[in-house]
């Protein structure tokens, strides 16, 4: 039995988030206090979050959209409603509404749906509380970034579509295995994975941009290439930009013991695997690497390779952005994402790039300018061996120290070398 229970919420943004290569956002929030989809492996029931009951009681932050209107006036963004009357916007031509939506800080892409619960779940029937936040974000034409397991997404198409055109939205969806029984066993009140992908489909139809998250892939259960494979090739066909793999976290206490319960009843050929793979207790959840059955990021690098998807969730530029920039930051991000998460490189490899990432995302003058007139590297601060990466980015759209490292990436796959990776939990 799901209690609802109303609250009037004090807070909601998240802190600021910096050169974020999973979601490409700035900022977080959640609609609701706990989820009703249930989620066997969900993270949000352990005991970091200090949430009871977390699939049976529902807490209904229905102020959220005024305290977000608040947040986002308090550091310094305008909502169109103050910049012109209602009777003065229509007629306002685009490119004047474009400059009074900027004036202020730069913009930042919020999470308004994904982060420690579905803004998306069955509470938002009749509460309505995303579509309330949405329509904040529309009217202070900020960036939007979707991920959900349900197609309730589909309710608010128009409003998303909306945000997409003043500034930018991206839709992703959480499909980890692609045999319903099998989900409906871990997601029990999330929509199936075909409903999943038949969203998808049509969020791309409507010229949104989205993919897939396929987190967690749950070791000895969903780790083959069978499920992978099949993954991609329904990402694919549902006209996914990407679709991105990463392994599964399991923190000792309510969501490890929940977990294992139920693997325990509906998969017990998996149980002794799983539970050998995690018995280190590791407070962040991470397993014992050489315990799991493959690397999960590099297996998925090699299918994506060959069903023709990315495996890299894409770095979308805002509209006032040069395209250089873009291209800069998109390949910055990359380069980051396959050292750090892929490839298992020390910090101290892609903190350079991580770095260059707070800067442009900051905001800098036209990339191609700064070349042109040889300021490109005292603007952006680089040093003799991130400056030809750069202006290669710059040149060419792209860089051959990102291509040598796919060719790793690739090679790793071939010989399974393991090093699974987990996205930053601040980003969810």
Known sequence: MVRYECVRAKSLLSKPIVGDSWFHINRSLNAYRGCEHACAYCDGMSEHYYVDDFSTHIRIKENAPEVLRQELKHEGFRPRSELASESLLPFLDEGEAARLSTLGPRRITVGVCGGVSDGFQPAENDHRVTHGLLETLLDFRLPAMVLTKSDLVLRDLDLIREIDHEALANVMFTITLVDDEQQAIVEPKASSTSERF??????????????????????????NRVNMEGLAREAKRAGAEFIVFGGLTLKPGRQKDYFLNVVRTRFPDSFNDIVRSYANNDRYGRPIWHELPSNTMLLGHQICERVGISDRSIRHGLKEDPSSNIQVLRNILDIAFYQSFMLGSPPRRSRPFQELAARLEKGVPDLKSLRDSGELARALSLDDQMLPIVEEIVNTGSCSYLKSLLDSASEKAEGDQVFVAFPDEQSL
């Open 198 to 223: 038949d969203a998808l489909r049509e969020v791309r139809r409507a010229g949104i941009h989205g993919g897939v998250m396929a987190v967690p892939i749950i070791p000895y259960v969903g780790s």
